[in-house]
């Protein structure tokens, strides 16, 4: 019987073990998880989603602060086209924490950022200009395109010097997103270096509509799209991701050709991940009847999480003087209006409520929008449950090891600590 261990992953002329950590913002997939990914052979992603905020926090710079400062002014203003991103700010932000990653950098993997094309920062193509720039000068491994179809991603940096050098990758949701995309880029001479297929079970933003993605399977989707490649004679590295839990889970895909697999759902418990420990434990203790999926998110894709997220019907103010990495080029955000709408049917309200959306900047920055993947319910039977009703935390190690080298749908359970009898 075949493991994961028995494939590799081919990259630019190199083998990497084929397990890929995804990208989960906002310092969800922290450096520390990144680099022991790459330390294990395999891919790590760090999240570009909000990097001024986590750069105040690992660096103990004041980008937040400087911008709330400076528009305090319009705080009480609905009306946030005044609100912009100083770029020369958001340059540094992103030069230290992805620098600082790579400097730390150790073993043979590789170290990738997910850069979601929905950040639109109030100014679309600039914002994703400076942040695609600074990450490429700072010396990542590569770039994955996220959180949207990227049409005019590749061309915002094609004249940066690395732009050929550092690997790049697209993620997708059906064969129609794939043509859309390498058609827009096929101008440039550079397709992208490998493919995220992301189904329908992924945690986070989903890409499908939100009455429509129960349709979808992911097996299908990486088969019309390998035929696709074929047709087209395209030897572009295919990655399935989305409800991949277990090592066998991984191989089935494998073996029917896809490149690697992104998993990022069993990582959300390693000590490594960002999560706060509490919040690890929500996630222990979710079933199944506890994972939905909305329309919450301004983005405007549907969202996985726990239907216990504070996020939902949260009426806090739109927080977009501090952070505002939603509003579009006009200055807008879908909670914005929402929240509007309930304080004017509401007025003299201190209770805001607000259930069609949430501020998903503020409320991810806090930690308090539990997005997941369709598997959490099953993370409690990946470790023990201690003395205290908890669950014992997980080793990032552990976990890729046991996709890694794991046999017939078993999951290899940690040593013990304290467990209940």
Not at 30 to 41: D, F, I, K, P, Q
Not at 137 to 156: P, Q
């Amino acid at each position: 019987m075949k493991r994961v261990d028995d494939f590799r992953l081919r990259l630019g002329g190199k083998e990497y073990v084929p397990i890929m950590i995804g990208g989960m913002g906002v310092d969800i997939s922290t450096s520390e998880l990144a680099l022991e990914a790459a330390r294990l052979g395999g891919i790590g992603h760090i999240s570009d989603a909000m990097v001024p905020d986590v750069s105040d926090r690992k660096f103990d710079t004041s980008f937040v602060k400087e911008k709330t400062k400076l528009y305090k002014f319009n705080i009480n203003n609905m009306d946030k086209s005044a609100v912009k991103f100083d770029l020369d700010r958001l340059a540094e932000a992103t030069r230290l924490h992805v620098g600082a990653t790579m400097q730390a950098k150790k073993g043979d993997g590789l170290i990738f950022v997910n850069c979601m094309e929905k950040l639109t920062m109030n100014a679309p193509k600039e914002t994703l200009r400076t942040r695609l720039s600074a990450a490429l000068d700072a010396g990542i491994d590569g770039i994955t395109m996220s959180a949207g179809l990227h049409l005019g991603s590749f061309e915002l940096i094609k004249d940066h010097p690395r732009f050929h050098e550092a690997k790049l990758g697209i993620i997708v949701s059906s064969v129609r997103a794939l043509q859309l995309f390498l058609r827009k880029v096929s101008r440039l001479n550079r397709n992208p270096d490998y493919i995220i297929v992301e189904g329908p079970l992924a945690g986070g933003h989903l890409g499908f509509g939100i009455d429509d993605w129960q349709q979808y399977d992911l097996h299908t989707i990486m088969d019309e799209i390998h035929a696709y490649m074929k047709a087209e004679n395209l030897d572009i590295p295919l990655i399935a991701a989305g409800g991949i839990f277990t090592g066998s889970d991984a191989v089935g895909f494998l073996e029917k050709g896809a490149g690697g697999v992104q998993v990022a759902t069993r990582f959300t418990v390693t000590r490594e991940c960002g999560l706060p420990d509490d919040v690890k434990q929500e996630y222990y203790r979710a079933s199944e009847e506890d994972i939905i999926v909305n329309g919450v998110s301004p983005t405007g894709y549907p969202m996985r999480m726990l239907k216990q997220t504070p996020a939902i019907g949260s009426g806090i103010r739109p927080g977009c003087e501090s952070y505002g990495y939603l509003l579009d080029a006009t200055g807008n955000c879908a909670y914005i209006n929402s929240y509007n709408r309930e304080v004017q049917a509401n007025p003299g309200s201190k209770d805001i409520k607000v259930f069609d959306k949430t501020c998903l900047c503020t409320h991810m920055r806090n930690f308090n929008c539990w997005t997941c993947g369709s598997t959490t319910w099953r993370l409690k039977d990946t470790t023990h449950k201690l003395a205290d009703g908890s669950y014992q935390v997980l080793s990032a190690e552990h976990v890729f090891k046991d996709y890694q080298f794991s046999v017939d749908n078993q999951l290899a359970l940690p040593p013990a600590a304290d467990a209940a009898a």
